[in-house]
């Protein structure tokens, strides 16, 4: 009998040993899994999935925040009260509240699916294909909860765009031209500490006119130079950035109900053509559609945030008062008129005149029988919209059509009638989308009905 004991107790603390042993086994496993990833760990996960911690150039890996905080201060030449860039503060005597959550770390409780849109304002000049991203957005759809989360992220935060590191192009703005769109859209997704980017919507400086213009803006120039102006308002990029998000904020909630239906796919798929994106009208009119089940519309439905994360009092400004958007302009102005050269957003004349010379130069080659140099001529200023940045709507009405009909016949002077069948279908989208624009009250200015009859 006790020789049976004394079996069952040794055999009860060799079961004993195993099991502690596999759990040792399963915490060093799972402990190896996040201190030292494997390459192969590392090359399957980076592009789709956030990280706490990055692979340095020595082959280390360090935490990635503190990692991309030693690079600003190495940046900033190692002075700790300028890892942020801010700018003399002009505004004093325009009113706004203040935002003390944006920049601040916080957890939402919610498991539901998110739909992740990056949307980019590019910083291309005129006639030139070069993409900065100047303007990074993402707009986090929580689609089961009927919300969503604006992350602004500024344009210099730090990002491996492979410049020298004795350079400050390693930035965000640089990696998009530097790296194309894909690794761009992964260094969005890790900043903004979400899973993948499953959609983009990119446009310049003509498009972003055509869209506030569309969202009901009365003067779509003054309120894109306010949107750009990071050496005005205090805060340099960061209340920019802030500005910009507070702005899609204010817009999303004015225009969101105006839209539905057929009508709503018409007016998607002419807002749309404004951009480069690979979203749908079907797609983005299902987002739409089961917002408003969610009865989405109020103010605390959608959540503003600034990342990399940075505790700042943001100034709050409303930029549904027309009259505060008047007022900052003016400071722009008066900041521009001391500082020459400091206007971002080019005037009606500059861009008459390249478009002009444009025209006329595909005019040359249109008659001598040089489709492509037709093409080549006009197809920069077609995808940016260029014709955008003429206030006047006469003249912008004839440099549309005129740029228009060019690249119509090149095209089917080279046998290619689905390009010319595109351009001719794009511009269409375009006049629907202002001819059925439920965003202006009324009409200031002569429509574009009366102009294509």
């Known amino acids: 009998m006790k020789r049976k004991s004394k079996n069952i107790l040794k055999h009860l603390s060799i079961i004993a040993g195993l099991f502690f042993l596999a759990i040792a086994g399963i915490l060093v496993f799972v402990f190896n899994i996040f201190s030292e990833p494997s390459d192969e760990f590392a090359k399957k996960n980076s592009a789709t999935t956030f ?30 009260f300028s890892i942020i860039r801010t700018s003399t ?57 009927g919300e969503i989360e604006i992350t602004s992220i500024p344009r210099d935060t730090y990002a491996d765009a492979g410049m020298p590191d004795t350079t400050t192009q390693n930035i965000i703005a640089v990696l998009r031209p530097a790296k194309g769109r894909k690794a761009y859209l992964n260094r969005i997704a890790q900043i903004a500490e979400l899973d993948t980017i499953h959609y983009y919507m990119e446009f310049g400086f003509s498009q972003a006119m055509g869209i506030i213009e569309w969202l009901g803006y009365d003067n779509s120039k003054q309120t894109l130079q306010v949107l750009r102006s990071r050496k005005v308002f205090g805060g340099g990029d960061w209340q920019r950035t802030y500005n910009q998000g507070k702005f899609m904020k204010q817009a999303m909630l004015k225009s969101f109900n105006n839209y539905g239906g057929m009508f709503g796919d018409l007016v998607l798929m002419g807002g749309l053509s404004l951009t480069e994106t690979n979203l749908t009208s079907g797609t983005l009119n299902a987002i739409l559609k089961k917002l408003k089940e969610s009865d989405f519309g109020q103010s605390e439905d959608v959540t503003l945030r600034v990342r990399p994360e ?22 722009v102005d008066q900041y521009s008129g001391t500082n020459p050269g400091s206007s971002q957003v080019s005037t009606d004349s500059l861009v008459i005149n390249e478009l002009r010379n444009a025209v006329r130069k595909a005019i040359r080659s249109d008659s001598s029988g040089q489709a492509t ?15 955008l940045q003429i206030t006047d709507k006469n003249t912008r009405h004839h440099y549309r059509e005129t740029i228009k ?16 069948e595109k351009v001719q279908q794009l511009i269409e989208q375009e006049s629907n989308l202002f001819l059925n624009n439920k965003n202006k009250s009324k009409p200031e200015f002569e429509s574009d009905l009366e102009l294509i009859q």
């Not at 140099?373 to 014709?387: D, E, G």
Request: charged share 30%; net charge positive; glycine share 4%.
């Open 405 to 420: 009909n060019l690249l119509v016949s090149a095209y089917k002077k080279k046998k290619e009638p689905a390009n010319a």
């Open 51 to 80: 990280s706490p911690f990055i692979r340095t150039g020595t082959n280390t890996i360090v935490n990635r925040k503190q990692h991309e905080l030693d690079n600003a201060k190495k940046a900033a030449g190692n002075k700790e």
């Open 310 to 331: 940075f505790p700042y009092d943001y100034k709050n400004f409303d930029f549904n008062d027309k009259d505060i958007i008047a007022h900052m302009s003016a400071k």
């Open 89 to 145: 503060d002009f505004n004093k005597d325009i009113p706004f509240t203040v935002d003390k959550k944006a920049g601040v770390v916080y957890k939402k409780q919610y498991n539901g699916r998110r739909i992740n849109i990056c949307v980019t304002g590019v910083d291309s000049r005129i006639g030139s294909n070069f993409k900065h991203a100047d303007a990074n957005h993402v707009l986090s759809i929580l689609i089961d909860k």
């Open 373 to 387: 140099l037709t093409i080549n001529t006009l197809k920069t200023y077609f995808q940016q919209k260029a014709w």
